[in-house]
């Protein structure tokens, strides 16, 4: 019989914070296996990778997983510089999968079905923590294998869980058919990459995300006569989407609802109000979208800038403990709250308040804030260092977190090429340059999108 000591860790996803884990777990010792759905590491990032993020360089490394590569004579980029998020590929997580010791233990095209205890189902109680973790693994090709492990970290984020357009929580009818065919777009497309101009196109959400994309739109629209920007909210008024002006703590983001403003006033925007998705009708080349009070438009593409949340479904034979508003661990939750917390303001917290009654299982980083859209890379990598130190048994080092990060309410945007790539030595940029292309879905109130703290 294997003992459970000599299993690995599964660590599900292989991004920015999944590889941390794995960096920091082989420096206590403890065997890392890394399961990554995608066909390389970074898939999601890769995903935005046009997107230019808030936070520099600076926040978006960790301490263990530069010790690995620096080892192999890797130079670390400018700290202040702000990167794309094609360059956290290229220039980090490449590299770092890329180590003598990462390299073999990471499996790429191998996406986890279903998480479990051997032998046991999720009512099972007996011997349970003594039980080895059992994971299903799909592989490219679609073979269907099975993995022990001693422990798991799930890492696997959220980004391939977009929130629906319903605003009930759910999708409309004639949604899952529009996505089908590409008429409903990903949260965060390259408007500037084709297929948007001389077209009609819907941005509907609320947040900064759509703020941003909206804002690309109009910008395609006045170098391609014909484009048409239509910006769809469930509020009554988009005071809130323009946000404080000059009053705004971070002047970006104010200028951000500032320009967002002039776009609608001067008529280059059509602004929908109180317009809640009921159903979409899929044509030939386009889609007519339908609001609940009868309202309908006919567009050639749907920008959902509506948020994401977390797929726990392969997680439902396992003992969890979730907050029920956002989904994230209930101890986490009341500290993430996107009413209260920004980015910045949320408390350094470790494997303490991540642990669930499934012993030695854990939610780190993106995923583990389920609904709410606060995160930043440093949080994640802070997680997986005090989870790492707790499976390797030492409890101080694990109860020890610690974590400065900045202020502030917005997390990612696009800073223009002709502004230079440093900001100082800040997370968001409070005093760079407008910005003025796609941000990572951010909301109205330090993240969340909707007209009050609908996702």
Known sequence: MTSLESLPVAVIGAGPVGLAAAAHLLERGLEPLVLEAGPTVGAAIRAWGHVRVFSTWKYNLDPASVRLLERSGWEAPRPTALPYGSQIVSEYLEPLAATPELKDRIRTGSRVLAVTRQGMDKGRSQGRDSAPFLLRVEHDGGKVTEVLARAVIDTSGTWSTPAPLG??????????????AGLVTGPLPDVSAGGFAGRRTLVIGSGHSAANMVLDLARVARANPGTEVLWAIRAATPARAYGGGDADQLPARGQLGALLRTAVESGAVQLLTSFRTASIDVNADSVTVHAADG????????????????????????RLDLDPAVDAPKAL??????????CGTVPAHGARILEQ???????????????????????????????????????????????????????STSIPDDAGDSVGDT????QAPVPVSIGFPTG????????????
Do not use: N
């Open 333 to 342: 939750g009341p500290l993430i709250d996107p009413d209260f917390h920004s």
């Open 167 to 180: 605003s009930s929580g759910l999708p409309v009818p004639g949604e899952a058919e529009a996505r089908a």
């Open 427 to 430: 997370c968001c940029a409070a």
């Open 295 to 318: 309202r309908s438009v006919e567009v050639g593409r749907v920008i959902p800038a509506t948020g994401f949340r977390p797929d726990l479904a392969m997680l439902s034979e396992l």
């Open 444 to 455: 109205l109130q330090h993240g969340r999108t909707g007209e009050t703290i609908s996702g």
């Open 357 to 411: 009654p499934e012993k030695d299982f854990y939610l780190a980083g993106m995923k583990s804030y389920g609904r709410a859209p606060t995160f930043l890379m440093a949080t994640g990598y802070e997680q997986v260092r005090s989870i790492a130190a707790a499976l390797a048994g030492d409890t101080e080092a694990a109860d020890t977190v610690e974590l400065e990060l900045p202020e502030t309410g917005v997390c």
